[in-house]
């Protein structure tokens, strides 16, 4: 009773395998392509289709951007701006009293007139932070700060951008090329805006995060959210544009000459000048931002496209950090890699149960429709209230493709299942209403028959019930995946018992029938199966030598008349494995033509499955030889 629940426990999870393994097979090959990078740059995009796509909060953005355009150049007479009215306009906005002043422009060579101004305004303004380049490798291409700025209040604008050419991180800290630390304009005004409101920079070291008070900045990893070995030099920290969606005031060069600003405009705000004119070219790629100042301006724009001042980005990343510090809304955070993929084969396991459980196409279309809206949801509302940036486009993938595949693995295993059991149901119609009919006659005109034969009508009767057997077992078989061998008479083998088990049941079972050749058997050598228990069969082979055996041995029975002897062998020679089984009956008859019947051609086609040899031949002095070879190797493929 244990074995046969245990057996058919097996036989379902074999099934199930089935159904399971190209959904496996799917989930392998999604890790495998993201572990490639060729899913990144969709990664990237689906990102920014969600930070796009994420509601606009309101509220004071406690960044104001004083962008220079193209009106203001033709104010001042053109670009570089003179260093005259770069100064009054320090000396303007420091009356508004802001936290901090940042200036997004380069002055390491005099702009005259008013060069003597700007650098008084640089010195007499102690909040103010001036700009330098310091990442590029060639050093003619690095740009100086103001000469008369201290290390502490200046801060490099280099940015990074993505392999797309679109901007979705910011460069906080890093290294020049001389060793020396160097820290980010927008690091650099955050730390003193916060200062401001009592809370102290931590800078951290190598390994260590960024922290403000007890808030620690994300650290980019090289393989963070959609990424894949992505260089994570520094310390960088992957922008929130869902969080600061419409959030950046903007005010103009000719605004704050002309006095037309509002005191609680720049008050306690952090204030940064910067470029916005079209003709510097000052910009970088977006697709995360519903609305930037240059589309702003422009009539035409397209959301996935959008173009972004540099001051502009300065600005974001000022207002994130300050943002996250202050907890109005977080930074962006990422699992762990083994968190991501177990997240990716949770979805795709789901996928698979929902086209196991639902055995429908359209069903499975359904639900997995279902499913991925769900999961698009759910992945916007974690980044959009817990600034979780969670796997999409693999996690998709994943489901879908092994849904699909369990859906229809299993449509067509079920459909092969009702294909064989309507072809054994219209044979048994065929058989019963043709064959077992005329069966039935003949079995009724015997026993009206006063002088019929018992032996005859018993065999007739065995027949009949042995053809109906058939048709019994063959309707079990279906479900069974091939793993019964059914054999004359009434055993049924288990194909997945070892293979010597089952050859001797199959010679006990054949020895036992009622056939004339082993009436008169005096001497038999008892067969031993043993040498081919160390060796793997497949169920096809199992169940072909099964055959070859019975087939073997009933022909003794039926054809070996006055037989004496019956030797079955199983050994391994000269590395082959040999399985023979010689009587010393009548014999072949060498006047008679040979014909090949079912039995010849089945042990044929047995011989070509092991890749061996069948051969049915005289032996001497008197018998028949009916042997099958193969060659003895230690693996078969299963």
Known sequence: MTINFWRDVEQRTKILREIVLPGAVILGLV?????????????????????????????????????????????????PVPDRDLAAVLNRLQKYHPSV???????????????????????????????????????????????????????????IVDADGRLRRSILVSSAQNGEIKYSLALRLAQTHLAAHGINFKPGNRASALQFGSTQLPRFQPN???????????????LNFCGTQKMVRSLSLRDVLQNNVALDWIADHVVIIGMTASSIKDVFFTSALQETLNSRSSQFSMPANQLIYGVEAHAYTVHQIIDAVQKRHPLIRVWADIGEYVWIGAWGCLGVALGVILQSPWKGLLSLTIASLFLIVSCQML??????????????LA????????????????????????????TYEAVHNGPLQYLAVILRSLEETEFSSPRLERQLWLLNEELRRIFEYMRQEVSTEYTRLYLRGDLVLDLRDPIGDLLYQVYNHTRAEQLPGFDTLQTFVPPNFEPLKFRQYTLAQKR??????????????????????????????????????????PGIDPSKQLREGQGTLQAKMIARDLRGHFSRRPNHPHGTLCELTWRNRRNWRR
Request: with cysteine; glycine share 10%.
């Open 383 to 396: 980044l959009q209230a817990m600034g979780w940036w969670v796997p999409i486009v693999p996690t998709m």
């Open 399 to 426: 489901l879908c493709g092994c849904g699909l595949s369990a859906s229809f693995f299993d449509r067509n295993l079920r459909f092969e299942l009702e294909h064989r059991r309507l072809a054994i149901e219209r």
């Open 224 to 238: 963070s959210g959609g990424y894949i070995r992505a260089d994570a030099s520094g310390n960088q920290l992957i």
């Open 31 to 79: 890790m495998l392509i993201r572990l490639s990078g060729l899913l990144q740059v969709q990664e990237w995009m689906a990102f920014d289709s969600f930070s796009r796509t994420c509601l606009s909060e309101s509220g004071d953005s406690s960044v104001v951007v004083v962008g220079i355009d193209e009106a203001d150049l033709s104010l001042v007479g053109g670009y």
């Open 544 to 585: 072909g030598l099964c055959l070859f055996l019975h087939e073997a041995l009933f022909n003794v029975g039926k054809h070996a008349s006055g037989a004496t002897r019956l030797d079955v062998v199983c050994a391994v020679e000269v590395g082959y494995h040999v399985l023979r089984v010689i009587d010393n009956g």
């Open 101 to 159: 002043i940042g200036l997004d422009l380069f002055r390491d060579v005099p702009v005259e007139p008013g060069h003597a101004a700007l650098m008084q305004a640089l010195r007499s303004i102690p909040n103010l932070i001036g700009t330098e380049l310091v990442l590029n490798t060639r050093p003619a291409w690095n740009v100086e700060p103001p000469p008369d700025l201290p290390p502490e209040r200046v801060g490099f604008a280099d940015a």
